[in-house]
């Protein structure tokens, strides 16, 4: 009875997305275990993608299958009970104190270099690019990083802070290009290990360190992808502290992925498999956070750019799973290519976003013109 009901409940919602169950588009769905309906019903993400790393049901075009999932709001009409207590546990605790603050570089950024230098660019850049005149992904990356260097007007001899610098590639492009010494920071000690040896030589130092452990002034500060695992109840505590470290003409800008409606919580799939205690800020949540630290010179949307990335990310990874594949389970292929799918189609869908955040603490004097 059970099951015949989550068969039905589950047919009409993805009917909603235009969405067969057994049909022959590219985002229809195969299930080849039943327990898929009631999992999906009662459990929702974690039902879905659980059914699917365990190869219990399959589709051509996940991507597309999320897209249409998310842009008729089905993930809206399923709100299950560990979706209501992990709400009340953000809530109650700090899931992203200081004693938690190394979970995701353990986790996830330490799952292994072979993985990352195969799916990512040359530079081994861990976020969106920027793909403006380009379908590349090395270049749509060295584009976001001229983006992201050009608004905050490098000049030679500054001081630098990267918070959450992934394998060095943002702060050794700044350092070689822009005549600049940069501080950077991560949590994980295989990020910290391969950016030594990539900056070698530079004027780059790299700390395994949590942010809130920061100390020493800056020209400018910047974060690339880290504020999704700062968390809501530290947001304030994240720019109290760029404002103390920055000087008084200083500018920090903030790239992250955000959400459309505050949040204090995770999806609950996402934070058990890839990026633990993450979630993601609403733009009243970042805006409310440095209010009377900061001043707003600009912010920019290129929300679709992310899809690109995580698309390109994607092939490279299949690409390279006959390589990787002795090392990786095919749970984890399945699991991998769940994330790196299911994101790109929320990323066009729109349902997510990609935001970077101009900051100043003094307001930048006169007419100016930012990078775009």
């Not at 299950?80 to 700090?94: M, V």
């Not at 040359?122 to 005149?133: A, D, L, T, V």
């Not at 010494?181 to 130092?205: D, K, Y």
Request: glycine content about 8%; some cysteine.
């Amino acid at each position: 009875m059970v099951d015949s009901f989550c068969k039905r409940a589950l047919e009409r919602l993805f009917q909603s997305a235009d969405i067969h169950i057994g049909g022959n588009r590219p985002w229809d769905i195969r299930i080849h275990n039943q327990i898929v309906y009631r999992r999906a019903i009662t459990e929702g993400n974690m039902g879905l993608g659980e059914s699917y790393m365990d190869g219990q049901w399959e589709c051509n075009d996940l991507e597309e299958f999320f897209f249409r999932l998310l842009t008729s709001r089905v993930d809206e009409k399923v709100v299950t009970a560990a979706d209501k207590f992990n709400k009340f546990l953000g809530k109650i605790r700090n899931l992203q104190s200081p004693s938690r603050a190394f979970a995701v570089g353990e986790t996830h950024y330490n799952t292994g270099n072979d993985l990352f230098e195969a799916m990512l660019d040359n530079r081994m850049i861990y976020s969106c690019g920027y793909w403006k005149e380009t379908n590349n992904l090395d270049e749509a990356q060295k584009n976001k990083l001229r983006l992201v260097f050009d608004k905050l007007q490098l000049k030679p001899g500054m001081k630098l802070l990267d918070i959450g610098c992934g394998w060095g590639g943002s702060a050794r492009f700044a350092a070689e290009h822009y005549d600049v010494s940069v501080t950077a920071l991560t949590v994980s000690s295989e990020q910290a290990r391969i950016a030594r040896e990539r900056c070698a030589g530079m004027p780059v130092n790299i700390e395994l360190m949590d942010y809130r452990d920061l100390q020493g002034s800056f020209d400018r500060v910047y974060s690339i992808g880290m504020f999704e695992h700062v968390g809501y109840k530290n947001y304030r505590d994240y720019f109290e502290i760029i404002s103390k470290c920055l000087k008084p003409d200083g500018l920090t800008l903030l790239h992250t992925i955000g959400g459309n409606q505050p949040c204090t919580n995770g999806d609950p799939w996402s934070c058990k498999y890839i990026f633990p205690n993450s979630m993601l800020p609403s733009a009243s949540q970042i805006s409310e956070s440095y209010e009377g630290l900061f001043m707003l010179e600009d912010w920019h949307v290129f929300t679709h750019d992310y899809a690109l990335t995580l698309r390109a990310w994607n092939e490279k990874f299949e690409q390279a799973w006959p390589l990787l594949q002795a090392k990786y389970s095919e749970r984890f292929h399945r699991m991998w290519r769940y994330y790196l799918l299911s994101f790109a189609g929320a990323f066009r869908a729109r349902s997510i976003q990609l935001w970077q955040v101009l900051l100043s603490k003094n307001g930048i004097q006169g007419r100016t013109s930012i990078a775009r």
